[in-house]
């Protein structure tokens, strides 16, 4: 998320009462309200089923279509995400804004163009019928642009109009779907092209705060310069991907366990396991706002203090000061976040559990089972991955690499050895993933922090050269064929 930091710093430069309280709001808006709202959107069209007394066969497509549609955009937006937020900061860095709106459309072209053509391959040969199939070619690509617009929206702190555009998307899914049932158009198609309504009415909005804040002259020959630092920083898109693989790799993996169930062709969902990933992975949203905070507000002040001193007249004393006041700073944030989570999990294990029986769910002793092992799980991911992000500060881009992979690849060979077990074992091979990505990224920090200054200094090149590779050609040649394609010069030229 590029621009949560300059917001967030943004707000509490007010130095007003409820300057902490808006960032916190606003931190909370552009972190956690993202899946909650998503998770809004599924009970509306949950509860628009049961109305419509939905068979179970139907309700489990519809959970499918959605699901694959979330997964597969998010692995997509874990490999563009990153790279695009490291081009916002950086134009926001030098209050370079002009091209904001301008990025933000050919973001969004790029994003559909790979995204749309992968998964458009796929529904191909999942044999799930023409129909289905373009409806969720349209819903995969919805879920893709919003994932993309919501980096751009970090960048502003208008959180009221994002609460609106959230609410307005619930709003109109209920309505179209509700319209759609009432002409007697099949239950699923009904459903589905609700959601899809309901997306594009985000988008609208969501584009509309952008064209608000943002000048709105497109300048085409640079819409997409941001593929060229693909070539810079394509460990970033790396390291987003396999981040999104092991975070979710497991769940696939499960769908083709003993508690799968194919739905239809190549779409296969595990009820049980599915339920109790999404109800556990809320619990490390606490920690995530929390670090934002913590991080971007009373560490960032530490943080700018000591690379500053660098460039100013300062004894090699007062560096050394502002590193420890540094270090010190950031040690503070990560063990309020830690006991933020740890409350958090507990609670959820303790009393959640409690709560999720009481409620029409279905939980039964293995979901049970299964979410205490997940919420353990995805609270050590959280702390892992703020000590990972924690070291991006430093431009570990090479350990946060590695330490990706290794979380990936262990994610899902554990979770393949699961199956090789009893059934109430699934979730451990995630477990064994995330404690090795914990232990491997603070082992990293730990390295960066015993001797900064020589990652500081040290590691930089002594010649800047910038890289010019296949994205770097790629972004030219699609900025000239912006400029045709809008008739800004003519084909002679």
């Known amino acids: 998320m590029a621009g949560i930091g300059f917001a967030i710093n943004k707000i509490v430069r007010g130095k007003k009462l409820t300057s902490k309280p808006r960032a916190f709001a606003y931190a909370s808006i552009v972190t956690v309200a993202p899946l909650l709202f998503g998770e809004l959107v599924l009970l509306t069209i949950y509860s628009l089923s049961n109305l419509a007394k939905v068979t179970i066969t139907d309700r489990n497509l519809i959970v499918a279509i959605i699901t694959y549609g979330l997964l597969g955009s998010l692995f997509i937006n874990g490999f563009v995400s990153l790279v695009i937020s490291r081009y916002l900061s950086d134009k926001i860095f030098s209050r370079d804004l002009s091209n904001i709106l301008t990025s933000y459309l050919g973001s969004q072209f790029f994003s559909v163009f790979l995204g749309g053509i992968l998964y458009g391959i ?19 690509c919805e879920f893709l642009l919003s994932w993309n617009v919501i980096n751009f929206l970090t960048i502003i702190n208008d959180y009221l109009g994002i609460v609106k555009a959230f609410f307005a998307t619930i709003l109109t899914t209920l309505i179209m779907s509700s319209i759609f049932l009432l002409i ?34 497109l300048n085409y020959d640079q819409m997409f310069n941001f593929l060229k630092y693909f070539d810079k920083h394509w460990k970033l898109a790396v390291i987003g991907l396999c981040t999104q693989l092991g975070l979710l790799g497991h769940i696939v993996v499960i769908w083709f366990s003993q508690i799968g169930q194919q739905v239809r062709g190549l779409f296969y969902i595990a009820p049980y396991y599915d339920l109790t990933v999404f109800l556990a992975s809320l619990t490390m949203l606490a920690s995530t706002v929390q670090f934002i905070i913590s991080i971007e507000v009373d560490f960032f002040k530490s943080y700018r203090n000591y690379y500053l001193s660098f460039t100013g007249k300062c004894t090699l004393q007062e560096i050394r000061k502002a590193e420890r006041d540094m270090t010190e700073s950031l040690k503070k944030g990560m063990k309020q976040t830690v006991w933020v989570q740890l409350i958090v999990t507990l609670l959820s294990i303790s009393v959640g559990t409690s709560i999720l029986n009481a409620l029409p769910l279905g939980f039964n002793t293995t979901m049970n089972g299964y979410f205490r092992i997940l919420c353990v799980a995805y609270a050590i991911y ?5 000590v990972a992000l924690s070291t991006y500060y430093f431009g570990n881009l090479t350990g946060s690499y590695w330490t990706s992979i290794s979380f990936a690849t262990v994610s899902i060979l554990a979770t393949v050895a699961t199956l090789y077990t009893n059934t109430l074992f699934y979730g451990f091979g995630f477990l064994i993933a995330t404690m090795l990505y914990f232990i491997i990224s603070w082992i990293n ?28 050609r790629f972004a030219i040649f699609l900025n000239k064929k912006m400029l045709v394609f809008t008739k800004e010069v003519n084909y002679e030229e």
Do not use: D
């Not at 699923?188 to 584009?207: D, E, M, P, R």
């Open 122 to 140: 796929f529904l191909l040969i999942s044999r799930i019928g023409f129909i289905y199939g373009v409806l969720a070619w349209i819903l995969f």
């Open 184 to 217: 007697h158009i099949s239950v699923v198609v009904s459903l589905l092209a609700g959601i899809i309504f309901g997306y594009a009415s985000f988008l609208i909005l969501a584009t509309n705060l952008l064209c608000q804040q943002f000048p709105n002259k």
């Open 382 to 386: 959280g702390l892992a991955n703020i």
């Open 445 to 472: 920090l730990e390295k960066i922090t015993s001797n900064l200054m020589y990652q500081i200094l040290g590691r930089q090149p002594i010649v800047f050269s910038e890289k010019k590779g296949i994205f770097y």
